[in-house]
T-cell receptor, first 115, second 111 residues
Framework: SAVISQKPSRDICQRGTSLTIQCQVD?????MFWYRQQPGQSLTLIAT?????????ESGFVIDKFPISRPNLTFSTLTVSNMSPEDSSIYLC????????????FGDGTRLSIL | DAKTTQPPSMDCAEGRAANLPCNHS???????VYWYRQIHSQGPQYIIH???NNETNEMASLIITEDRKSSTLILPHATLRDTAVYYC????????????FGQGTTLQVKP
């Protein structure tokens, strides 16, 4: 399994600002993903972070709002841009280790509140 | 949309077996069944997965029906620490890696 660290663990931000969330893995991984969990809801996939190329976004999520970087096989960032109260959520990073059918491992998330 | 249906909530007495059902009637031949759980304020935790055979590990057992249209996750001796939301997810063997979460089952283990 992989150990995943997310920073910050929580933050309170002002409307209109942006926040970058970091995801660090203790080993090289093939796949990295970003999810959003709105209050009282299940997880929704935002995008797949691709190493060395642009992220692949799911329907309803766009790069201008959620720019993602993945400079190497152990690190990724998600930026939540021009935040509004509707962006108040938990943002989670997950990784897939190895090839074929392997489980994903999740960080404990970044709890974000927008005032 | 999620391809699975689960009861929204269940209770279980501490020390007893917890049996969590999942319906996946539209599952394809190359799709696996995965179970994760999310304890409050933590990220989801992988439990077990299977294709068509029953599986067991140190955490749980997974029973998949012969037609693969449903499955049951069994926690053999539930403890208070097993209180969590349990998610049943089907995932293609093409393994884009994407997980589509449904609403899951909130399991409350009671003393």
């Amino acid at each position: 399994s992989a150990v995943i660290s997310q920073k910050p663990s929580r933050d309170i931000c002002q409307r209109g600002t942006s926040l970058t969330i970091q995801c660090q893995v203790d080993s090289q991984v093939t796949m990295m993903f970003w999810y959003r969990q709105q209050p009282g809801q299940s997880l929704t996939l935002i995008a797949t972070a691709n190493q060395g190329s642009e992220a692949t976004y799911e329907s309803g999520f766009v790069i201008d709002k959620f720019p993602i970087s993945r400079p190497n096989l152990t690190f990724s960032t998600l930026t939540v841009s021009n935040m509004s109260p509707e962006d108040s959520s938990i943002y989670l990073c997950s990784v897939g280790v190895g090839q074929g059918h392997q489980p994903q491992h999740f960080g404990d998330g970044t709890r974000l509140s927008i005032l | 949309d999620a391809k699975t249906t689960q009861p929204p909530s269940m209770d279980c007495a501490e020390g007893r077996a917890a049996n969590l059902p999942c319906n996946h009637s539209t599952i394809s031949g190359n799709e696996y069944v995965y179970w994760y759980r999310q304890i409050h304020s933590q990220g989801p935790q992988y439990i077990i997965h299977g294709l068509k055979n029953n599986e067991t590990n140190e955490m749980a057992s997974l029973i998949i029906t012969e037609d693969r249209k449903s499955s049951t996750l069994i926690l053999p001796h539930a403890t208070l620490r097993d209180t969590a939301v349990y998610y049943c997810i089907v995932q293609s063997s093409s393994n884009t890696g994407k997980l589509i979460f449904g609403q899951g089952t909130t399991l409350q283990v009671k003393p």
